[in-house]
């Protein structure tokens, strides 16, 4: 149902990409006007020719690669300042339909206006830690913490390699996009999220003092 896949969008955006569909058609029209003849060079010819000659092996070696692999970021990978007091709150995520929502018969199941709370759909299981992997007191932190061993925790960083990380630790590794920081008001890291009771708690640690979870 739309409904629900926007409402997963809203609350795991951080967690999982959804593909939404593209509705694609094709029309023939009339030509109209003067044309002219296309003197481009046709782009899978120029594949086609790159790819005999060879030259795209030279960047394909194993080492460029896995340093590419090692080195890839998002464009919207959020950076955040290390925590300097320890702050908890519940972020408010409702959101107001902009369009009605029908059956497929065209009866209106949810009105444009109502409001959709995503933690009255969504139960989120386990937490979410979020940190900065580069900097020292946050990295031996999250070592030092239980988390490491707990295979209900999903991780997200801000920084370093998600490559050399998600190898270091044995689990996938996440990075913290803009969207995510936006939609639950985070202001410095490390971050842990969790609900309980039907209510999400966001915290924000202070790690100064090399204390542990």
């Known amino acids: 149902m739309r409904l629900h896949n926007k409402i997963l969008d809203f609350w795991f955006s951080f967690i999982l990409l959804f593909m939404l569909p593209i509705a694609c058609y094709s029309e023939v029209l009339a030509t109209t ?14 594949l086609h020719r790159e790819i005999k000659k060879g030259e795209w092996k030279k960047e394909m070696t194993p080492e460029k690669v896995r340093h590419k692999l090692e080195t890839l970021k998002p464009r919207d990978l959020a950076r955040l ?17 902009d369009f009605d929502v029908t059956d497929k018969d065209g009866n209106i199941l949810y009105p444009k206006g109502f409001v959709v709370d995503p933690v009255a759909y969504v139960h ?12 020292e007191l946050q990295m031996k932190w999250f070592i030092d913490s239980k988390f ?7 991780v997200m960083v801000s920084g370093g390699s998600f490559l050399n990380l998600s190898k270091t630790f044995r689990r996938p590794i996440y990075y913290l996009p803009q969207q995510v920081v936006n939609r639950f008001k985070i202001t ?26």
């Not at 989120?124 to 900097?135: A, C, H, R, S």
């Not at 490491?148 to 999903?154: A, I, L, M, N, S």
């Open 124 to 135: 989120l299981t386990g937490k979410y830690v979020i940190f900065d992997p580069q900097d």
């Open 33 to 46: 006007g003067q044309t002219f003849k296309i003197i481009e060079e046709d782009l899978i010819e120029r």
């Open 148 to 154: 490491t061993e707990d295979g209900r925790v999903k």
């Open 81 to 97: 300042p290390r925590a300097s007091k320890d702050r908890e709150w519940t972020p408010d995520l409702r959101w107001k339909l």
């Open 188 to 213: 410095a890291l490390p971050v842990i999220i969790e609900q309980s009771r039907g209510r999400l708690l966001v915290r924000e640690i202070v790690v100064s003092k090399m204390e542990t979870p």
